[in-house]
């Protein structure tokens, strides 16, 4: 240490300012360590504050992330939801047996004087054939036609060369348009069942050429749902389509629902429809009306779709039919739906001179 360094610390060390300065620093050596810790806590402390202030906001915010998610879940269930304004049964007819074709017996509930007709339907018959008995050559103009086998088998043949057989499940809809002649015959022994539904054709399709749309029983849309299975046999039903086309909209289902189960099914709105019960017994409309046994029909009023609780111990099967309505004259003779008394004439006289469709009539028998 030189002498010049060596003068300079002593008069610092005489100096009052610098032994106030020093004194300070040392006395406050320990409390600075203090608060330095007490900083640190503070800070600590703020930052754990902080962190559960984003908790408590992340667990505030998480239930906004899954309403897509619920709504989802509601809107694919919406067929098991009751509708604000259920379609109510406005008349119920039971449809009693009478003797039809050759030997045959069936059970009509549209096309009966109660009930002559629900635009576009002019008739369903539950049919229970046993041979010899059956539906011998016959013609049609101007509907369709749709057969339905709930038990057993029928043979069809026509004066165009069309011949087949429908089994259990199976269902042929056939469009007569301008005319056919066919038969219709039990093609196996016993009890043969099923249901015909026949639908009127607008005035601009009346007089088209004869078509068949024909589904095995393994190849009509199936869904089942909560209980409740169903048949698509035109329409859709629980998200599943059928793909039978029907020139006058309609839909047709077979539904069967376990106990304890409930339906509901939209129906288009403005459409007729009705309600036939083939096994069972069920609540329809309104949870509150009385149950309703097989064999009966009931026409629906206006409303979103129809509501269906199965009450019993048993399983419920009925078809549940629909049409938008054509809204147009209808005149009826036997097997001819025609638009006016003048055109039933002109049906009648071509299927009697074999001519406008029933060219080939006259030739024709079929082979049963």
């Given amino acids: 240490m030189t002498t010049t360094m060596m003068r300079l610390r002593q008069h610092l060390s005489s100096s009052p300012i610098y032994t106030s300065a020093i004194a300070r620093i040392g006395n406050n050596r320990l409390p600075l360590q203090k608060q330095l810790r007490t900083s640190t806590t ?18 505030l915010l998480i239930p906004t992330v899954p309403p897509a998610r619920v709504m989802s879940s509601s809107s694919s269930a919406a067929s098991s939801v ?3 304004n259920p379609r109510s049964v406005v008349k119920k007819l039971l449809a ?10 069936v059970r009509r509930s549209i096309g009966r004087h109660e009930l002559r007709n629900l635009d576009p339907f002019l008739m369903l018959d539950e049919f229970s054939v046993s041979k010899p008995a059956g539906f011998p050559d016959h013609p049609h103009r101007g509907f369709e036609t749709v057969t339905y086998m709930l038990e057993g088998a029928f043979t069809h043949q026509d004066f165009a060369g069309h011949k087949g057989t429908i089994r259990t499940g199976d269902v042929q809809w056939m469009t007569a348009g301008r005319g056919i002649v066919h038969s219709e ?7 043969q069942k ?17 078509k068949y749309q024909e589904l095995q029983s393994k190849d009509i849309s199936r869904a089942e749902k909560d209980g409740v299975e169903v ?4 329409g859709e039903a629980f998200g599943v389509r059928s793909p039978v086309y029907t020139r ?6 077979d539904f069967t629902m376990r106990p304890g189960s409930q339906l509901h099914q939209p129906v288009p709105q403005g459409w007729n429809a009705f ?17 309703v046994s097989a064999h009966h029909c009931l026409v629906l009023g206006p409303g979103d779709g129809l509501s269906v609780w199965n009450k019993s111990g048993a399983p419920l099967r009925f078809a549940l039919v629909a049409g938008q309505p054509l809204g147009e004259p209808v005149v009826q003779h036997g097997p001819f739906v025609m638009n006016t008394r003048a055109e039933i004439q002109q049906a009648m006289e071509d299927f009697y001179y074999g001519r406008n469709g029933f060219e080939r009539a006259q030739q024709w028998s079929s082979s049963a």
């Fill in 96 to 105: 009693e047996s009478q003797p039809e074709g050759q030997g045959a017996t």
């Fill in 185 to 191: 015959m039990p093609a196996g022994d016993g009890v």
């Fill in 42 to 59: 503070a800070r600590n402390n703020k930052l754990l504050l902080l962190l559960l202030v984003l908790l408590v906001l992340f667990f």
């Fill in 275 to 291: 309600v036939y019960i083939i096994d069972g017994e069920g609540v329809f409309g309104r949870e509150t009306s009385a149950p």
């Fill in 248 to 253: 006058t909209p309609t839909m047709y289902m």
């Fill in 231 to 234: 048949r698509i046999i035109a």
């Fill in 82 to 84: 009751p509708f604000e």
């Fill in 194 to 210: 099923g249901l015909q539904l026949w639908i009127n054709l607008s005035s601009k399709d009346k007089m088209i050429e004869p």
